[in-house]
Antibody
Framework: EVQLVESGGDLVKPGESLRLSCAGS????????MSWVRQAPGKGLEWVGR??????????DYAAPVKGRFTISRDDSKTTLYLQMDSLRIEDTAIYYC???????????????WGPGTLVTVSS | EIVLTQSPGTLSLSPGERATLSCRAS???????LAWYQQRPGKPLRLLIY???SRATGIPDRFSGSGSGTDFSLTISRLEPEDFAVYYC?????????FGQGTKVEIK
Protein backbone atom coordinates (compact mmCIF):
# COMPACT_ATOMS: atom_id res chain seq x y z
CA GLU A 1 0.00 0.00 0.00
CA VAL A 2 1.35 3.40 -0.97
CA GLN A 3 1.71 5.75 1.98
CA LEU A 4 2.89 9.34 2.17
CA VAL A 5 3.10 11.01 5.56
CA GLU A 6 4.08 14.64 6.01
CA SER A 7 5.49 16.12 9.19
CA GLY A 8 7.12 19.29 10.45
CA GLY A 9 4.26 21.74 10.24
CA ASP A 10 4.29 24.41 12.94
CA LEU A 11 3.44 27.98 13.91
CA VAL A 12 6.24 30.34 12.89
CA LYS A 13 6.75 34.08 12.57
CA PRO A 14 7.14 35.94 9.28
CA GLY A 15 10.73 35.75 8.05
CA GLU A 16 11.47 32.48 9.83
CA SER A 17 12.32 29.11 8.29
CA LEU A 18 10.78 25.67 8.51
CA ARG A 19 11.54 22.27 7.01
CA LEU A 20 8.81 19.81 6.14
CA SER A 21 9.36 16.09 5.59
CA CYS A 22 7.35 13.50 3.71
CA ALA A 23 8.04 9.82 4.34
CA GLY A 24 7.07 7.52 1.49
CA SER A 25 6.51 3.77 1.50
CA UNK A 26 4.88 1.07 -0.58
CA UNK A 27 6.34 2.19 -3.90
CA UNK A 28 9.69 2.65 -5.60
CA UNK A 29 10.60 6.00 -4.05
CA UNK A 30 13.92 6.18 -5.90
CA UNK A 31 12.10 6.29 -9.25
CA UNK A 32 9.31 8.63 -8.19
CA UNK A 33 8.95 12.26 -9.20
CA MET A 34 7.49 14.08 -6.20
CA SER A 35 5.72 17.39 -5.67
CA TRP A 36 4.52 19.63 -2.89
CA VAL A 37 1.06 21.15 -3.16
CA ARG A 38 -0.49 23.53 -0.65
CA GLN A 39 -3.97 24.60 0.34
CA ALA A 40 -4.59 27.83 2.21
CA PRO A 41 -7.41 27.68 4.80
CA GLY A 42 -10.73 27.39 3.00
CA LYS A 43 -9.09 27.78 -0.40
CA GLY A 44 -8.18 25.65 -3.37
CA LEU A 45 -5.00 23.78 -4.26
CA GLU A 46 -1.76 25.40 -5.37
CA TRP A 47 1.20 23.51 -6.78
CA VAL A 48 4.40 24.54 -4.98
CA GLY A 49 7.19 22.66 -6.69
CA ARG A 50 8.56 19.37 -7.93
CA UNK A 51 11.68 17.25 -7.83
CA UNK A 52 12.50 14.66 -10.44
CA UNK A 53 13.88 11.25 -9.56
CA UNK A 54 17.57 10.80 -8.82
CA UNK A 55 17.92 8.96 -12.12
CA UNK A 56 16.52 12.02 -13.90
CA UNK A 57 19.01 14.29 -12.18
CA UNK A 58 16.84 15.47 -9.26
CA UNK A 59 15.96 18.57 -11.25
CA UNK A 60 13.58 20.90 -9.45
CA ASP A 61 11.12 23.54 -10.49
CA TYR A 62 8.97 25.87 -8.44
CA ALA A 63 5.89 28.01 -8.60
CA ALA A 64 6.58 31.72 -8.94
CA PRO A 65 5.34 32.70 -5.43
CA VAL A 66 7.92 30.46 -3.72
CA LYS A 67 10.82 30.49 -6.16
CA GLY A 68 14.01 31.57 -4.42
CA ARG A 69 12.55 30.99 -0.95
CA PHE A 70 11.62 27.29 -0.98
CA THR A 71 13.89 24.34 -1.78
CA ILE A 72 12.82 20.76 -2.45
CA SER A 73 15.21 17.90 -1.86
CA ARG A 74 15.08 14.16 -1.34
CA ASP A 75 16.94 11.39 0.48
CA ASP A 76 16.26 8.14 -1.34
CA SER A 77 18.05 6.12 1.35
CA LYS A 78 15.39 7.32 3.80
CA THR A 79 12.59 7.41 1.19
CA THR A 80 11.91 10.95 2.36
CA LEU A 81 11.07 14.16 0.55
CA TYR A 82 11.81 17.56 2.05
CA LEU A 83 10.60 21.11 1.65
CA GLN A 84 12.89 23.79 3.09
CA MET A 85 10.91 26.99 3.49
CA ASP A 86 12.82 30.21 4.15
CA SER A 87 11.70 33.82 4.50
CA LEU A 88 8.19 32.66 5.29
CA ARG A 89 5.32 35.05 4.70
CA ILE A 90 1.82 35.21 6.13
CA GLU A 91 0.47 34.15 2.75
CA ASP A 92 2.42 30.87 3.00
CA THR A 93 -0.03 29.73 5.68
CA ALA A 94 -1.53 26.50 4.36
CA ILE A 95 -1.76 22.76 4.64
CA TYR A 96 1.18 21.34 2.72
CA TYR A 97 0.72 18.03 0.92
CA CYS A 98 3.31 15.87 -0.70
CA UNK A 99 2.16 14.04 -3.79
CA UNK A 100 3.60 11.35 -6.01
CA UNK A 101 3.49 11.92 -9.74
CA UNK A 102 1.65 9.19 -11.62
CA UNK A 103 2.01 7.50 -14.97
CA UNK A 104 5.24 8.13 -16.82
CA UNK A 105 6.37 11.14 -14.82
CA UNK A 106 8.57 12.41 -17.65
CA UNK A 107 5.48 12.97 -19.77
CA UNK A 108 2.67 13.46 -17.26
CA UNK A 109 2.05 15.69 -14.29
CA UNK A 110 -0.93 14.32 -12.44
CA UNK A 111 -0.69 13.04 -8.88
CA UNK A 112 -1.75 9.49 -8.09
CA UNK A 113 -1.09 9.49 -4.35
CA TRP A 114 -1.25 12.21 -1.72
CA GLY A 115 -0.37 12.49 1.93
CA PRO A 116 -2.81 13.78 4.55
CA GLY A 117 -0.91 17.07 4.83
CA THR A 118 0.78 19.11 7.54
CA LEU A 119 -0.30 22.58 8.64
CA VAL A 120 2.05 25.53 8.44
CA THR A 121 0.88 28.73 10.10
CA VAL A 122 2.83 31.95 9.61
CA SER A 123 1.74 34.62 12.02
CA SER A 124 3.27 37.33 14.15
CA GLU B 1 -0.35 30.26 -16.75
CA ILE B 2 -3.56 28.40 -17.53
CA VAL B 3 -6.47 29.42 -15.33
CA LEU B 4 -9.08 26.73 -14.68
CA THR B 5 -12.59 27.83 -13.79
CA GLN B 6 -14.91 25.24 -12.28
CA SER B 7 -18.66 25.49 -12.22
CA PRO B 8 -20.90 25.45 -10.40
CA GLY B 9 -19.29 26.40 -7.11
CA THR B 10 -21.74 24.19 -5.25
CA LEU B 11 -24.01 21.44 -6.52
CA SER B 12 -26.88 20.35 -4.28
CA LEU B 13 -28.14 16.90 -5.19
CA SER B 14 -29.68 13.81 -3.64
CA PRO B 15 -28.15 10.33 -3.49
CA GLY B 16 -28.86 8.46 -6.70
CA GLU B 17 -28.91 11.61 -8.83
CA ARG B 18 -26.49 12.43 -11.62
CA ALA B 19 -23.83 15.10 -11.11
CA THR B 20 -22.10 16.98 -13.90
CA LEU B 21 -19.16 19.22 -13.02
CA SER B 22 -17.51 21.60 -15.47
CA CYS B 23 -13.90 22.77 -15.79
CA ARG B 24 -13.06 25.44 -18.33
CA ALA B 25 -9.49 26.42 -19.20
CA SER B 26 -8.31 29.90 -20.17
CA UNK B 27 -6.36 28.33 -23.04
CA UNK B 28 -6.23 24.94 -24.67
CA UNK B 29 -4.92 22.12 -22.47
CA UNK B 30 -2.39 20.24 -24.56
CA UNK B 31 -2.90 16.52 -25.11
CA UNK B 32 -5.97 16.61 -22.85
CA UNK B 33 -3.65 16.62 -19.88
CA LEU B 34 -6.42 17.15 -17.37
CA ALA B 35 -7.06 15.34 -14.10
CA TRP B 36 -9.85 15.29 -11.53
CA TYR B 37 -9.47 14.78 -7.78
CA GLN B 38 -11.85 14.21 -4.89
CA GLN B 39 -11.31 15.76 -1.46
CA ARG B 40 -13.26 14.46 1.53
CA PRO B 41 -12.77 15.68 5.12
CA GLY B 42 -10.10 13.70 6.91
CA LYS B 43 -9.08 11.78 3.78
CA PRO B 44 -6.12 12.26 1.45
CA LEU B 45 -6.89 13.69 -1.95
CA ARG B 46 -7.87 10.96 -4.37
CA LEU B 47 -7.09 10.85 -8.08
CA LEU B 48 -10.23 10.03 -10.05
CA ILE B 49 -9.47 10.78 -13.69
CA TYR B 50 -6.34 11.55 -15.71
CA UNK B 51 -5.86 12.26 -19.38
CA UNK B 52 -9.34 13.82 -19.31
CA UNK B 53 -11.13 10.46 -19.48
CA SER B 54 -9.03 7.63 -18.02
CA ARG B 55 -10.18 6.33 -14.66
CA ALA B 56 -7.50 5.88 -12.04
CA THR B 57 -6.93 2.51 -10.39
CA GLY B 58 -9.82 1.42 -8.21
CA ILE B 59 -12.18 4.23 -9.23
CA PRO B 60 -15.78 3.05 -9.72
CA ASP B 61 -17.21 3.28 -13.22
CA ARG B 62 -19.90 5.72 -12.07
CA PHE B 63 -17.15 8.35 -12.42
CA SER B 64 -16.40 9.44 -15.97
CA GLY B 65 -14.49 12.30 -17.52
CA SER B 66 -14.75 13.89 -20.93
CA GLY B 67 -13.72 16.91 -22.94
CA SER B 68 -10.81 18.39 -24.79
CA GLY B 69 -9.28 21.74 -25.63
CA THR B 70 -10.70 24.18 -23.11
CA ASP B 71 -13.87 22.41 -21.91
CA PHE B 72 -13.88 19.39 -19.66
CA SER B 73 -16.41 17.70 -17.44
CA LEU B 74 -16.65 15.11 -14.70
CA THR B 75 -19.84 13.09 -14.43
CA ILE B 76 -20.95 10.97 -11.50
CA SER B 77 -23.77 8.84 -12.87
CA ARG B 78 -25.49 7.96 -9.58
CA LEU B 79 -24.35 9.70 -6.42
CA GLU B 80 -23.42 7.46 -3.51
CA PRO B 81 -23.24 8.87 0.05
CA GLU B 82 -19.43 8.83 -0.06
CA ASP B 83 -19.39 10.96 -3.24
CA PHE B 84 -20.46 14.12 -1.44
CA ALA B 85 -17.17 15.97 -1.40
CA VAL B 86 -15.19 18.71 -3.12
CA TYR B 87 -13.83 18.03 -6.62
CA TYR B 88 -10.88 19.73 -8.26
CA CYS B 89 -9.65 19.70 -11.84
CA UNK B 90 -5.96 20.13 -12.64
CA UNK B 91 -4.12 20.71 -15.88
CA UNK B 92 -0.62 19.35 -16.41
CA UNK B 93 -0.12 20.20 -20.04
CA UNK B 94 1.88 23.31 -19.28
CA UNK B 95 3.89 24.72 -16.45
CA UNK B 96 2.97 25.68 -13.84
CA UNK B 97 0.46 22.94 -13.14
CA UNK B 98 -2.72 24.64 -12.05
CA PHE B 99 -5.91 23.62 -10.29
CA GLY B 100 -9.47 24.85 -10.48
CA GLN B 101 -11.02 26.42 -7.40
CA GLY B 102 -13.20 23.37 -6.73
CA THR B 103 -16.85 22.31 -6.89
CA LYS B 104 -18.56 21.17 -3.74
CA VAL B 105 -21.15 18.44 -4.19
CA GLU B 106 -23.46 18.58 -1.19
CA ILE B 107 -26.47 16.64 -0.08
CA LYS B 108 -29.73 18.37 -0.94
Amino acid sequence: EVQLVESGGDLVKPGESLRLSCAGSGFSFIHAWMSWVRQAPGKGLEWVGRIQSTGSGEATDYAAPVKGRFTISRDDSKTTLYLQMDSLRIEDTAIYYCAKQGGNPATTGFFDYWGPGTLVTVSS
Amino acid sequence: EIVLTQSPGTLSLSPGERATLSCRASQSVSSSYLAWYQQRPGKPLRLLIYGASSRATGIPDRFSGSGSGTDFSLTISRLEPEDFAVYYCQQYGSSPRTFGQGTKVEIK
